[in-house]
């Protein structure tokens, strides 16, 4: 049996910390920019925290 393979499309959406927190980018953020307001988009850059159910579910894919 195989190494089980990491899902590459997850890799590339979310990160995990060295604690193992599951971070993801705030929706929202690549069109329709003109509109939004500054403080909008500043806070469109940062990470989001994900918790319960669907970190462990992240976790399993990435093979964590």
Do not use: C, Q
Not at 28 to 48: A, E, I, Q
């Amino acid at each position: 049996m195989g190494k089980p393979k990491t899902r590459k499309s997850v890799k590339k959406r979310f990160k995990i910390t060295k604690n193992g927190k599951v971070l993801r980018r705030p929706t929202g953020g690549n069109h329709f920019r003109t509109k939004k307001s500054g403080d909008k988009k500043r806070k469109l850059k940062k990470w989001v925290e994900i918790t319960g159910k669907e970190a462990k579910n992240i976790k399993k894919i990435l093979n964590y």
